[in-house]
């Protein structure tokens, strides 16, 4: 996913005078052609996270739309108070792109693995919360999000995702999928637990259990009436997400559209409200957690069965 | 004929106007104000959001009694606006916020946000192609902010030869001394040492800020001024007195005493 992201700065840069990319010592090489061809308006800054953040935010007065890329943690926890005072406050345009959200940091420990940058994020005024699920998700919804100008934060998965949203119906502008086989339950998740979720919701059909699975890349969307409709039928909602248990995808649910709706029992799975204590990998930490395909499946089977 | 003495009574006539504020923070930016309003600043009031006009970024928001007034005195908005500061539907607060008054470019009050945001904007030049200087003033207090070394390796790497830092020198800051919190001695060393060129002014000689603000760069290194400047400068009951850095009251006795001490040179 992060090479479709960084082929779509390339489309941008190469396609708007509007566009500036800024990096954060991202590596060697990255962007190397585009910074050749275009070297005012791409830039490799320093390890400075609050620098880069605010230089943005004057580049974006001064009527660009500034890109800017490092990883999640970095980017969202050390120039906080910078999104939200730089951009947010002063109604300013740009596109954050986080490296490695979630758990695909795994290896390298707490201060790398991004499991409180949809709280962080959603906390700030004005800025839409992205987590796409694929290559050409990430793409559509970047293009998207330049052509409305807005401010915006993108969690970005580790790579090597396949293309799986195609096969969703769109509900509203895009910002929630849905796909549907029957009406005893409904999962809801985001970003790239998605590929676990649909795992799991195929051998839960195979199983005999049919249901809905609902994607939802854009935390902050407005489409809470549609989705009102599509669960509003289901008594069995289970939430997944690869983040602590407050400020996430199951917040926002609650404030847009739980509220809303009685007669569902919900269930919420994520990461615990803690720093984790093992490396290993980001499966490991999904199947610690039971958010993979084998821990959704167990659960949402445990549970009907359970009900039945 | 504006005079940076009726900036200064436009200063105290702000403050009056909410009865609170850091009154003696902006203080000792008035005659920096004045000067860069007066001579320096390519920016017309009539037409503020020129895509190639001078900014100035107040870094140091809690003085932005002295950038409303300044804006004022030079035809930005009514000066009526002053007597509605902090008030509850007031375009002017106790730090500035961009744009809700023609003049005011930056949310500033969170220290050590306002250099980058001026580099950004200094470094969109290079992109538009437009001439235009970006001035941002920072206070010395401030300069505890990493934030703002981060600005400055930036600016000189970018080598900003239009980004003009001013740092108001005025040796104080909320609990006292700056030398008696974090001894920063010596500002040159620092920010030449971080690839500025780097001049010291008197922060209160009119004609001096003149000569030397109105110079460019003549190294193609960005600028900062060291401006030496006294705290609550012009009224002497207000100078180096640190119970004054903010005032959320002030009594009828206490206000009368500071207006009499007003110096009218």
Redesign the interface.
């Known amino acids: 996913m992060r090479n479709a992201a960084l082929k779509t700065v390339e489309n941008m840069v190469k396609s708007s005078d509007r566009a ?1 990319f800024i990096g954060s010592d991202l590596g060697f090489g990255t962007l190397q052609n585009l910074r050749d061809t275009h070297p ?2 791409v830039l490799m ?2 390890i ?1 996270e ?2 880069i ?12 739309f ?1 890109i800017v890329h490092t990883i999640a943690t970095f980017l969202t926890r050390r120039s906080f ?2 999104i939200a ?2 951009f947010s ?3 300013l345009s740009g596109m954050l792109l986080g490296a490695g959200g979630g758990m695909v940091y795994a290896p390298l420990g707490p201060t790398h693995q991004a499991i409180d940058d949809f709280a962080l994020m959603s906390s700030i005024p004005n800025l839409k919360v992205y987590a796409p699920a694929d290559p050409i998700e990430i793409e559509n919804l970047m293009l998207q999000s330049f052509e409305r100008n807005e401010l915006s934060y993108f969690r970005i998965g580790r790579g090597g995702e396949p293309n799986i949203t195609a096969e969703f119906e769109i509900i509203g502008n895009g910002a929630v999928k849905y796909k549907t086989n029957g009406d005893t339950f409904t999962l809801i998740t985001t970003g790239t637990l998605l590929h676990e979720a649909l795992e799991a919701f195929t051998a839960l059909a195979e199983s005999g259990l049919k249901g809905s699975l609902i994607h939802i890349p854009l935390l902050n969307h407005e489409s809470d009436t549609e989705l009102r409709k599509l669960i509003a039928d289901t008594e069995n909602v289970f939430v997944f997400e690869e983040h602590i248990p407050i400020g996430g995808l199951f917040s926002h649910l609650a404030n847009g559209i739980f509220k809303f709706i009685h007669s569902s029992i919900t269930l919420h799975f994520s990461l615990p409200h803690q720093y984790a204590k093992n490396y290993g990998s980001q499966s490991a930490h999904r199947a610690l957690n039971n958010i993979d395909a084998v821990g959704i499946y167990n659960t949402v089977k445990g549970v009907l069965t359970n009900a039945g | 004929m504006k005079s940076s003495l009726e900036l200064r009574k436009l200063c105290l006539r702000t403050f009056k106007g909410g009865m609170r504020g850091h009154l003696p923070s902006a203080l000792s930016l008035v005659d920096i104000l004045f000067v860069l309003y007066s001579d320096c600043l390519k920016i017309d009031s009539k037409d503020p959001l020129s895509p190639d006009r001078d900014r100035l970024i107040l870094s140091k928001g809690h003085g932005c009694i002295a950038l409303y007034s300044a804006l004022a005195l030079f035809e930005f908005f009514p000066k009526e606006t002053l007597d509605d500061f902090c008030e509850f539907h007031s375009p002017i607060g106790g730090h500035p916020e961009r744009h809700s008054l023609p003049g005011i470019e930056a949310s500033t009050g969170s220290l050590g946000h306002g250099l980058a945001f001026g580099t950004g904007i200094a470094y969109s030049s290079r992109i538009s192609k437009l001439d235009f200087n970006v001035w941002v003033i920072v206070g010395d207090g401030e300069l505890n902010e990493g934030s703002i070394w981060e600005s400055a390796m930036s600016a000189s790497h970018h080598k900003l030869s239009n980004l003009r830092v001013i740092v108001d020198s005025n040796g104080m800051q909320a609990s006292g001394e700056t030398s008696g919190i974090w001894d920063l001695s010596s500002l040159v060393d620092k920010w030449s040492s971080f690839g500025f060129e780097t001049r010291v002014v008197n922060g209160h000689d009119i004609s001096e800020l003149r000569k030397e603000f109105c110079k460019n760069s003549v190294t193609g290194k960005p600028i900062c001024y060291i401006a030496q400047t006294i705290k609550g400068y012009g009224f002497a009951s207000l100078e180096n007195n640190a119970k004054w850095h903010h005032k959320s009251s002030v009594s009828e006795e206490e206000m009368i005493e500071v207006e009499k001490s007003l110096r009218n040179a």
């Open positions: 500036c005012e308006r800054e320093g400075a609050q620098q953040i605010g230089f943005s935010a004057g580049i974006s007065a001064s009527g660009y500034p108070e910078q005072m730089d406050l002063q109604n």
